[in-house]
């Protein structure tokens, strides 16, 4: 034989399936519509619902009294083929946004869909090549798109931002953002204010200087970027070695979504661990503006005031949960937080000001913070080679997993994460592109718990609780059906009366939840979407079920027609 | 060690083959290729697979950025095979029936490592998944604004 059979040029994966192709085109998402999510309750146009984080919807026809029926409308399977980066690892995190019935969602490995809010047919697919050797500290996770300017905005593994076209997928611009050889990556679902597309760095476990920034929701042109490690003689710089390099590699990472005020123009952007995340002795110092709320100036970057939840923090506790914006009944502009260090905090917005601070959890060990907002370290690795062992663990007594504000009960409600962890300090040198704990760490592999605590930010009273064998590592929903929605590790969908926190409805998904659910109306069908798919960091918030069933779909539920 | 002594000891190991000491053959014992870089800024390599060995030759290829790729992919085998490959948008894929020849367009970000494979039956398992490594640098305004920093 000499001549070869012609056999062409390759093809898209997806011609050979029976994606369409095409999304139906929907009304401009824009600016001023996006601040007006909340009047809008059919669509989930933003990460959190609405810009101020509170992950609450108008929707009522699934309430108390008809949530007992129901039931899936339809699931759709992400799947994979070949080898990926975090084969073992990867989950499906993100939180689906509903434009007008479509929905945009991310899932693990650079992918993204629009579907059908109403039969779950695929309209269109991208997904985003992903380097398979890309440093990840948490596994191949997404959190989710923003969608606005007849585009959708995803931000990579590899750190790119990338923009679609909202009706065919097709790549619009592709921009680099990040040094994937430093150990940098991506996982922040990106957020549209005014002009901008805002995302932040990923990779707290590498020794990077964290980083959020501003593009042009257009052209993708970099607005501003601004570092949440100060450079020597920078304000903050203060609270790092003056002689060091530490601030080089000093973590404070931006990898989950920022809520904002469009009154005061802020961002509020929760900041990661300091690097090393364990060996404090190469960092003396409050270590700015790590485990931090920064209150960000939308239009410049610059940093108008901050508060630290955990200085010098020496057990991974990350602040880069959101921070849930409420107003209290004099109208003071709130922010609440509920940081991986056990303690539920609540802040004047506009000045970054204490109002109170109080433990949400049942076991705090590290160390204590008094009501006024002094903070003594109690237990921490601090000599080379012996244990120690704390509560929260690393995965904190809240994850990045979102809590939820419902204003017609005025209560918060908080997945808790109920689980220690022992680490062991071990100094090493930092290198680019390798892991920079700085211990060695066993989260327990018994002895946890977790539930949904319903908080009353006014008061700190817990109004009640729902207890759950294993802990809560999904976020919160809540509806005007006076509900709540909480996925547990073990599959179940739950849905909670808002105000007595007692179990009215559950649904086995077959795999377990670390994702954020929506809601959203179609011809005046309400659904719940939720991705499932146990996977992620779980040798962080809960190795007692490393070895649970992986999963990648995304369910959808409604009442019956009829 | 040298690349003689690895290669001897993978073939002394029984790891260079189909059904000798494994069932397949060991992922990545393949040679390793360079792609040439065109004038026009495309990066050119091909691979092909040899008559019952399984494998993509070379089964390591390397460039030197991310980029516009261009594959030339061959079946020397007297079986079907085909290639699922990554591309930014969508993976590509090619049929390619025995003694057949073809190409692949593709569009990846550097630097990183890519694998593809043959993704019918068990292709993937017994050998048929090769490397396509995307060396370089990312630019300048994605790096983090310190002093260079040591690497392992």
Same mark, same amino acid.
């Given at each position: 034989?000499?001549?070869?059979?012609?056999?062409?040029?390759?093809?898209?994966?997806?011609?050979?399936?029976?994606?369409?192709?095409?999304? %139906?085109?929907?009304?401009?998402?824009?600016?001023?519509?996006?601040?007006?999510?909340?009047?809008?309750?059919?669509?989930?146009?933003?990460?959190?619902?609405?810009?101020?984080?509170?992950?609450?919807?108008?929707?009522?026809?699934?309430?108390?009294?008809?949530?007992?029926?129901?039931?899936?409308?339809?699931?759709?399977?992400?799947?994979?083929?070949?080898?990926?980066?975090?084969?073992?690892?990867?989950?499906?995190?993100?939180?689906?946004?509903?434009?007008?019935?479509?929905?945009?969602?991310?899932?693990?490995?650079?992918?993204?869909?629009?579907?059908?809010?109403?039969?779950?047919?695929?309209?269109?697919?991208? @997904?985003?090549?992903? %380097?398979?050797?890309?440093?990840?500290?948490?596994?191949?996770?997404?959190?989710?798109?923003?969608?606005?300017?007849?585009?959708?905005?995803?931000?990579?593994?590899?750190?790119?931002?990338?923009?679609?076209?909202?009706?065919?997928?097709?790549?619009?611009?592709?921009?680099?953002? +990040?040094?994937?050889?430093?150990?940098?990556?991506?996982?922040?679902?990106?957020?549209?204010?005014?002009?901008?597309?805002?995302?932040?760095?990923?990779?707290?476990?590498?020794?990077?200087?964290?980083?959020?920034?501003?593009?042009?929701?257009?052209?993708?042109?970099?607005?501003?970027?601004?570092?949440?490690?100060? @450079?020597?003689?920078?304000?903050?710089?203060?609270?790092?070695?003056?002689?060091?390099?530490?601030?080089?590699?000093?973590?404070?990472?931006?990898?989950?979504?920022?809520?904002?005020?469009?009154?005061?123009?802020?961002?509020?952007?929760?900041?990661?661990?300091?690097?090393?995340?364990?060996?404090?002795?190469?960092?003396?110092?409050?270590?700015?503006?790590?485990?931090?709320?920064?209150?960000?100036?939308?239009?410049?970057?610059?940093?108008?005031?901050?508060?630290?939840?955990?200085?010098?923090?020496?057990?991974?506790?990350?602040?880069?949960?959101?921070?849930?914006?409420?107003?209290?009944?004099?109208?003071?502009?709130?922010?609440?937080?509920?940081? @991986?260090?056990?303690?539920?905090?609540?802040?004047?917005?506009?000045?970054?000001?204490?109002?109170?601070?109080?433990?949400?959890?049942?076991?705090?060990?590290? +160390?204590?913070?008094?009501?006024?907002?002094?903070?003594?370290? @109690?237990?921490?690795?601090?000599?080379?080679?012996?244990?120690?062992?704390?509560?929260? +663990?690393?995965?904190?007594?809240?994850?990045?997993?979102?809590?939820?504000?419902?204003?017609?009960?005025?209560?918060?409600?908080?997945?808790?994460?109920?689980?220690?962890?022992?680490?062991?300090?071990?100094?090493?040198?930092?290198?680019?592109?390798?892991?920079?704990?700085?211990?060695?760490?066993?989260?327990?592999?018994?002895?946890?718990?977790?539930?949904?605590?319903?908080?009353?930010?006014?008061?700190?009273?817990?109004?009640?609780?729902?207890?759950?064998?294993?802990?809560?590592?999904?976020?919160?929903?809540?509806?005007?059906?006076?509900?709540?929605?909480?996925?547990?590790?073990?599959?179940?969908?739950?849905?909670?009366?808002?105000?007595?926190?007692?179990?009215?409805?559950?649904?086995?998904?077959?795999?377990?939840?670390?994702?954020?659910?929506?809601?959203?109306?179609?011809?005046?069908?309400?659904?719940?979407?939720?991705?499932?798919?146990? +996977?992620?960091?779980?040798?962080?918030?809960?190795?007692?079920?490393?070895?649970?069933?992986?999963?990648?779909?995304?369910?959808?539920?409604?009442?019956?027609?009829? | 060690?040298?690349?003689?002594?690895?290669?001897?000891?993978?073939?002394?190991?029984?790891?260079?083959?189909?059904?000798?000491?494994?069932?397949?053959?060991?992922?990545?014992?393949?040679?390793?290729?360079?792609?040439?870089?065109?004038?026009?800024?495309?990066?050119?390599?091909?691979?092909?697979?040899?008559?019952?060995?399984?494998?993509?030759?070379?089964?390591?290829?390397?460039?030197?950025?991310?980029?516009?790729?261009?594959?030339?992919?061959?079946?020397?085998?007297?079986?079907?095979?085909?290639?699922?490959?990554?591309?930014?948008?969508?993976?590509?894929?090619?049929?390619?029936?025995?003694?057949?020849?073809?190409?692949?367009?593709?569009?990846?970000?550097?630097?990183?490592?890519?694998?593809?494979?043959?993704?019918?039956?068990?292709?993937?398992?017994?050998?048929?998944?090769?490397?396509?490594?995307?060396?370089?640098?990312?630019?300048?305004?994605?790096?983090?604004?310190?002093?260079?920093?040591?690497?392992?």
């Amino acid at each position: 034989m000499t001549d070869y059979v012609d056999a062409g040029e390759a093809v898209p994966h997806r011609t050979l399936s029976a994606v369409k192709g095409q999304a %139906p085109a929907t009304s401009d998402v824009n600016y001023e519509r996006i601040q007006g999510a909340r009047s809008e309750p059919e669509n989930w146009l933003t990460y959190y619902g609405t810009y101020d984080g509170q992950r609450f919807s108008s929707l009522d026809q699934i309430n108390k009294d008809t949530v007992k029926r129901l039931s899936p409308a339809w699931v759709f399977q992400a799947g994979s083929s070949g080898l990926h980066a975090g084969a073992s690892t990867y989950s499906f995190e993100a939180s689906p946004l509903i434009v007008e019935g479509v929905m945009y969602v991310s899932g693990p490995d650079g992918k993204v869909w629009a579907i059908d809010g109403k039969t779950g047919e695929e309209l269109w697919r991208y @997904k985003h090549a992903s %380097p398979y050797d890309v440093s990840l500290c948490c596994g191949n996770v997404n959190r989710g798109v923003a969608v606005g300017h007849g585009k959708v905005y995803m931000y990579t593994l590899n750190a790119h931002l990338i923009a679609l076209d909202a009706t065919s997928g097709e790549l619009v611009w592709d921009v680099v953002n +990040g040094d994937v050889r430093a150990g940098e990556s991506g996982s922040v679902a990106p957020l549209i204010v005014k002009d901008k597309v805002i995302v932040g760095s990923a990779g707290g476990e590498f020794g990077l200087r964290g980083h959020m920034d501003a593009f042009n929701a257009e052209t993708g042109e970099r607005m501003w970027r601004t570092y949440t490690i100060p @450079k020597p003689g920078e304000p903050g710089s203060e609270t790092w070695p003056d002689d060091g390099e530490a601030w080089q590699r000093g973590g404070a990472n931006c990898w989950v979504t920022s809520t904002y005020d469009a009154e005061l123009e802020l961002l509020f952007q929760g900041t990661g661990n300091p690097a090393p995340d364990f060996d404090g002795g190469v960092r003396e110092g409050d270590n700015l503006y790590t485990d931090s709320v920064v209150a960000v100036d939308v239009n410049t970057g610059e940093i108008r005031w901050h508060y630290q939840f955990t200085p010098h923090d020496l057990w991974d506790y990350d602040s880069t949960m959101e921070n849930l914006l409420f107003d209290g009944p004099d109208g003071q502009k709130l922010l609440a937080h509920a940081d @991986k260090n056990g303690y539920f905090f609540v802040l004047d917005r506009t000045n970054g000001e204490l109002v109170r601070v109080f433990p949400f959890v049942d076991r705090i060990t590290w +160390g204590e913070i008094t009501p006024e907002g002094k903070v003594t370290p @109690k237990v921490y690795p601090d000599e080379e080679g012996v244990p120690v062992h704390f509560w929260p +663990g690393p995965a904190g007594g809240k994850e990045w997993t979102h809590m939820s504000y419902n204003p017609q009960t005025g209560l918060i409600y908080v997945p808790v994460q109920e689980v220690g962890a022992t680490a062991t300090r071990r100094r090493r040198e930092f290198k680019e592109s390798i892991p920079y704990w700085g211990a060695g760490v066993a989260v327990d592999l018994d002895d946890f718990y977790g539930y949904v605590a319903a908080i009353d930010p006014l008061t700190g009273e817990e109004k009640w609780r729902w207890d759950n064998e294993y802990p809560m590592c999904a976020s919160t929903l809540t509806t005007a059906g006076s509900l709540v929605f909480q996925g547990t590790p073990t599959g179940e969908l739950v849905a909670l009366d808002a105000e007595t926190g007692e179990k009215l409805w559950s649904f086995q998904c077959g795999s377990g939840h670390h994702s954020s659910p929506s809601t959203y109306s179609i011809d005046g069908r309400q659904y719940i979407a939720v991705p499932t798919g146990w +996977g992620g960091w779980v040798e962080g918030f809960l190795p007692g079920l490393l070895g649970a069933a992986a999963g990648d779909a995304l369910f959808c539920f409604a009442l019956p027609e009829s | 060690m040298t690349s003689t002594d690895r290669t001897d000891e993978l073939h002394a190991a029984g790891l260079d083959g189909q059904n000798r000491t494994a069932l397949g053959r060991l992922l990545g014992t393949g040679s390793i290729g360079h792609a040439e870089e065109g004038s026009d800024g495309v990066m050119r390599a091909t691979v092909r697979i040899p008559e019952d060995e399984l494998i993509w030759e070379p089964s390591i290829l390397v460039f030197p950025h991310g980029g516009e790729i261009e594959l030339t992919l061959i079946n020397d085998d007297k079986n079907t095979h085909c290639a699922v490959l990554p591309h930014n948008g969508d993976p590509k894929i090619i049929w390619m029936v025995n003694h057949s020849k073809g190409t692949a367009r593709l569009s990846l970000g550097g630097p990183g490592t890519y694998y593809y494979g043959s993704t019918t039956g068990n292709d993937e398992g017994r050998g048929l998944t090769g490397a396509l490594v995307l060396g370089g640098e990312v630019p300048d305004s994605a790096k983090i604004d310190r002093p260079p920093q040591p690497r392992p």
